[in-house]
């Protein structure tokens, strides 16, 4: 594998996940920049068709455990995964020599994206029990979207399925119809249910409201070359707890 293979035109940036009810740092996103600045999710689309994605994931691995060793206190980041890789046995047997070699105290998860779908349950099953037998977690990126469906996570036994922003964002009665789907499902399964894009105080409220439990969004931070573990976002919580919902919806 060319390690360095991307460097020249993509960097990693880290959003924070936050636990909506602590307000720290649960773990960080690792997000695909590219330097040329065209959208991730059309560069990302352009490697799963050209075959390049599975080199990209296993770099995205590698610079993910490198930012985790280079952190003392340990924090889970969370790595994009396309969903044809999770059935590549290549990519599996590259994927599980990075994770067994990593230092203890990296903690490194994975979010599985099917803007391809998942050609194969059992190969991508195996991937996921694999990981999680090393320590990782692993979950459903984009729920609703492209492929991804409630049937993916019920059938590979995840930790946690994320709500993109197209969903988060719109404050309407099909939203949150499928957000409580979504949150219904998790407390049922013993899930984390993360909201993505979340923005501002009527956004946040709303969401909890509706059993979101983790979150992220320009409301805690955004995306930066650097991660910060002990942040604390506690000073969200008093304006959000003097917001009522019937306001936080009107917000929107």
């Not at 195996?126 to 692993?138: D, I, S």
């Not at 459903?140 to 049937?151: P, Q, V």
């Not at 979150?215 to 931070?221: H, I």
Request: proline share 4%.
């Amino acid at each position: 594998m060319e390690i360095g293979l991307f460097d020249g035109w993509v960097e990693q940036h880290y959003q924070p996940i936050v636990d909506l009810k602590t307000m720290r740092i649960g773990a960080c996103e690792a997000l695909m920049r590219p330097k040329t600045g065209r959208p991730a999710d059309k560069v990302t689309q352009e490697m799963e068709r050209s075959g390049l994605i599975r080199r990209f994931d296993l770099w995205s691995i590698n610079k993910a455990i490198a930012k985790g060793e280079s952190h003392e206190a340990p924090v889970l980041i969370s790595v994009n995964l396309s969903g044809l890789n999770v059935c590549d046995p290549v990519f599996f047997d590259r994927a599980m020599a990075l994770l067994s070699k990593k230092p203890e105290h990296v903690k490194i998860g994975f979010e599985i994206t099917e803007s391809m779908p998942i050609n194969c349950m059992i190969k991508a099953a195996r991937f996921v029990g694999e990981a999680q037998a090393l320590g990782c977690t692993v979950g459903l990126d984009d729920l609703y979207t492209g492929h991804s469906s409630l049937a993916t996570a019920t059938a590979l036994g995840l930790d946690f399925i994320k709500l993109p922003g197209e969903i988060t964002k719109q404050r309407i009665a099909q939203s949150e119809e499928m957000i409580r789907q979504a949150c219904r499902f998790a407390g049922k399964s013993g899930l984390m249910v993360v909201a993505e894009h979340i923005d501002d105080l009527g956004q946040l409220v709303w969401l909890k409201s509706l059993g979101v439990t983790h979150g992220q969004g320009w409301l805690f931070a955004k995306a930066t070359e650097g991660i910060d573990h002990s942040a604390n976002y506690a000073h969200v919580l008093k304006p959000a707890q003097e917001l009522t919902l019937e306001a936080a919806i009107n917000l929107g």
